[in-house]
């Protein structure tokens, strides 16, 4: 009666039940900016939906021509002088995932995905009966792509390379060499920037956006979620650049595609200029608190040499490499029962092997610092 693309298995997992038994007091897993303490301008929000305009329904498939502009405009702020011709908006990057397999593949197709990263994606492949095949980013002191195995996996059925920068959760930014070299392959890029606001130090050697490509065919996400902390918005973008003949013909099918759903409310496209001015303090606030975050974890660990905290370029997450002495399941479940913190495993973001347990930068400080002492403490205990 049913898709196979739509089966699942509902068994929760043991760490889902342990949840359910019993909130953490110390939750190191928070990633919803709304739950974070951040300084909203709740009524300045409000208010930015207060249009006349929104009386009337005139939609645009790529979007409100003003909308596209705004996003325009964000991306010339950061160095990216892009057109507003050159973007689509969706309701979430997940939709203009769907979108962009829709534009790309055909039932059966691949689309190449990195790993570790976003659990999610294998259920976004998935529901558009699209099939992801792995490619590994390698750490030896700093992350990087493995472009050999990348190459390898390419076949006759490939038809995009998803990138993430920075990723989640390794933090890792896309650098200049690995565009290059992905450059050569001829495959369109699919690249996640919604962190890319969120740099935690400097580095000549990465790309703002793989919108710097000049021969590629590019599509960069990314949406109000986490440039303006606000998820519950729904607006996403897909800025699509490459050579004329190839982005002109996606850019007539993108529109098709998009004109099939016109998802994306008329009151947030209008609202959106005010929404990116009344997000700096909000992106300010996250900034800073990642920084001060990840300053007090590496200062906690130098206490210590059992647990390693792994480079972290960017974005929201902390990785930590703790003992393999039990397994990260193990580890989660301890933290839960004993000391009622949560974390994330590793295997949950497809590490490829024991044991890494993933933290959120963007929990308020008191929870993180306390949650981190714990999950120090247990490790130390485990070990005597």
Known sequence: MFSQRSAHDPQKNRIALALERAAPLYD??????????????????????????????????????????????????RGLHVSPEQITLASGTSEAYGYLFKLLC???DEVLVPEPSYPLFADLCRLESVRP???PLHYDGEW????????????????????????????????????????????P???DEVFADYALRPDPARVHSALESRRALVFALDGLSKQCALPQWKIAW????????????????????????????????????RLF???????????????????????????????????????????????????????????????????QPGYFFDFPSEAY????????????????RRLLERVASQLR
Not at 55 to 77: I, K, M, S, T
Not at 285 to 292: D, E, N, P, V, Y
């Open 277 to 343: 001015e009344l997000s700096r303090p909000v992106r300010a606030a996250i900034q800073t608190r990642l920084a001060r975050n990840l300053g007090a974890l590496r200062t906690a660990l130098r206490a210590q040499h059992a647990v390693t905290l792994l480079d972290v370029e960017g974005g929201f997450y902390a990785t930590l490499r703790v003992p393999a002495v039990q397994t990260e399941e193990q580890w989660v479940l301890q933290l839960l029962a004993h000391d009622s913190v949560y974390v």
């Open 28 to 77: 190191l897993t928070e990633s919803n900016p709304t739950r974070t303490a951040l300084p909203y301008a709740h009524a300045a929000l409000a208010q930015a939906l207060d249009n006349a305009a929104v009386r009337g329904y005139a939609p645009d498939p790529h979007g409100l021509p003003e909308a596209r502009a705004a996003v325009a405009a964000r991306y010339a702020e």
């Open 106 to 108: 055909d039932p059966g």
């Open 144 to 187: 990087h792509i493995g472009l050999s195995e990348l190459h390898s996996a390419i076949n006759a059925r490939t038809r995009a390379i998803m990138l993430v920068s920075p990723n989640n959760p390794t933090g890792s930014y896309l650098k200049r060499a690995e565009l290059t070299a992905l450059e050569e392959l001829g495959l």
């Open 133 to 135: 095949r792995p490619y």
């Open 238 to 273: 897909i800025c699509a650049s490459g050579p004329a003949t190839q982005l002109a013909a996606a850019r007539t099918r993108l529109e098709l595609i998009a004109d099939t759903y016109l998802s994306v409310a008329t009151p947030t496209q209008l609202a959106l200029p």
């Open 189 to 191: 890029l699919i690249s």
């Open 357 to 372: 347990l993933v933290l959120s930068l963007l929990t308020p400080e008191h929870a993180f610092d306390e949650g981190v």
